[in-house]
């Protein structure tokens, strides 16, 4: 079965620096979602990424899908505290016909002002 | 005008007890699902429906019993309580059986005492 990793699992920043959270797969990526889950609330999607060496921005938030499609990785950009929560990753597959997402443990991150 | 929603956001009990959790969904999608994310963070799916058809049954213990009474819904019942229970239940929902993004509920804190 599928496992993500992801590194480091937890991130403490500086307000105003960039970071890095990496997502690294055991086996092939046909399809990588990244969500941020907030302390109370549910999750929200953040990008979806399918091909390798893909590349999707959202306002600071930048994802990418190594040309192996084992790896993602989620850059932050000038980072904010509206920024802090849980980042996850999931894998996407199909079972029986149905689709089954696999989930890493989740990144937290912590900006400090 | 919530995507998903989930009832009720907290549930405290006591071990034993029966206890059901409901959740909508008003984005027309075919498909539902029911997570579970323990103490440690880890999101695992339990079950999938498709147009109210039990699609996906990840092994979860017979106590947990899903009912859809139409594509719109899907509740989740638990049995005999047990201290092992206690974790976040997410709801979802995607719109397809085989694939799209998985849009989440703010999920249901569940204390078993």
């Known amino acids: 079965s599928q496992e993500l990793e992801q590194s480091p699992q937890s991130l403490i920043v500086q307000e105003g620096k960039n970071l890095t959270i990496n997502c690294t797969s055991s086996?092939?990526?046909?399809?990588l979602y990244w969500y941020k889950q907030k302390y109370g609330e549910g999750l929200i999607f953040l990008m979806m990424?399918?091909?390798?060496?893909e590349e999707k921005s959202h306002e600071k938030i930048t994802a990418k899908l190594d040309e192996k499609k084992q790896q993602s990785s989620l850059h932050i950009t000038a980072s904010q505290p509206s920024h802090a929560g849980i980042y996850l990753c999931?894998?996407?597959?199909?079972?029986?016909?149905?689709?089954?997402?696999?989930f890493g443990q989740g990144t937290r991150l912590t900006i400090n002002p | 005008d919530t995507a998903v929603s989930q009832t009720p956001k907290y549930l405290v009990t006591q071990m034993g007890n029966d206890k059901s959790i409901k959740c909508e969904q008003n984005?027309?999608?075919?498909?539902m699902y029911w997570y579970k994310q323990d103490s440690k963070k880890f999101l695992k799916i339990m079950f999938s429906?498709?147009?109210?058809?039990?699609?996906i049954n990840e092994t979860v213990p017979n106590r947990f019993s899903p009912k859809s009474p139409d594509k719109a819904h899907l509740n989740l019942h638990i049995n005999s309580l047990e201290l092992g229970d206690s974790a976040v239940y997410f709801c979802?929902?995607?719109?397809?059986?085989?694939?799209?993004?998985?849009?989440f509920g703010p999920g249901t804190r569940l204390t078993v005492l």
């Open positions: 979802a929902s995607s719109p397809f059986r085989s694939g799209g993004t998985q849009y």
């Open positions: 086996k092939t990526l046909y399809g």
């Open positions: 990424l399918q091909k390798g060496g």
């Open positions: 999931g894998a996407d597959g199909v079972v029986q016909g149905a689709q089954k997402l696999v």
């Open positions: 984005l027309g999608h075919d498909t």
């Open positions: 429906y498709n147009n109210k058809e039990l699609i």
